[in-house]
T-cell receptor, first 113, second 111 residues
């Protein structure tokens, strides 16, 4: 079965650079979530989208922005990268009205040097 | 106070042991509860949902106490393959309620 696809899987950037992460949800899933997981930390909710509109916002820095496109894929844009942005970024998707299970992608590991 | 709090762990147990994880949540409006399992450097995956009446899936038993805002996970007859981090997850109210994760409890099952 198709899963959540994230790209790139690994990304290395310098401080103050920008980065874009992409997420392709499971087909027919209409809701996408972004989570950030730092080393030894629990996943922290950043932002979510439902039907291409932002539905909720968590601890996403102002330097980050995200959107969901007409084909339901989502992109997380990160600018002015800081060392503390180094983390595993998970995208997850689900279908509205579902019991609540989120299906996670394998994550994109961002390293900021 | 964090919305979802778990036993700090780590739990180091021998094969065959029974181990219990506890979790408390602060938002009384929370509607759904889950245990996710996360292997090192991998994505979280749903282990089981937690129902008010309690539920069992093989060696795993989950219980919910809404009055005390408390969730538990019991693993019987631990296997080496159970070694992972177990995340207590709570879904807020509304159909778009986001999942809030606990910090996770690391379990290490030794031969």
């Amino acid at each position: 079965a198709a899963g959540v696809i994230q790209s790139p899987r690994h990304l290395i950037k310098e401080k103050r650079e920008t980065a874009t992460l992409k997420c392709y949800p499971i087909p027919r899933h209409d809701t996408v979530y972004w989570y950030q997981q730092g080393p030894g930390q629990d996943p922290q909710f950043l932002i979510s989208f439902y039907e291409k509109m932002q539905s909720d916002k968590g601890s996403i820095p102002d330097r980050f922005s995200a959107q969901q496109f007409s084909d339901y894929h989502s992109e997380l844009n990160m600018s002015s990268l800081e060392l503390g942005d180094s983390a595993l970024y998970f995208c997850a998707s689900r279908s509205r009205g579902d019991t609540g299970e989120l299906f996670f992608g394998e994550g994109s590991r961002l390293t900021v040097l | 106070r964090k919305e979802v709090e778990q036993d700090p762990g780590p739990f180091n147990v021998p094969e065959g042991a029974t181990v219990a994880f506890n979790c408390t949540y602060s938002n009384s409006a929370s509607q759904s509860f889950f245990w996710y399992r996360q292997d090192c450097r991998k994505e979280p995956k749903l282990l089981m949902s937690v129902y008010s009446s309690g539920n069992e899936d093989g060696r795993f038993t989950a219980q919910l106490n809404r009055a005390s805002q408390y969730i538990s996970l019991l693993i019987r007859d631990s296997k080496l393959s159970d070694s992972a981090t177990y995340l207590c997850v709570v879904k807020g109210g509304g159909s778009q309620g986001n999942l809030i994760f606990g910090k996770g409890t690391k379990l290490s099952v030794k031969p």
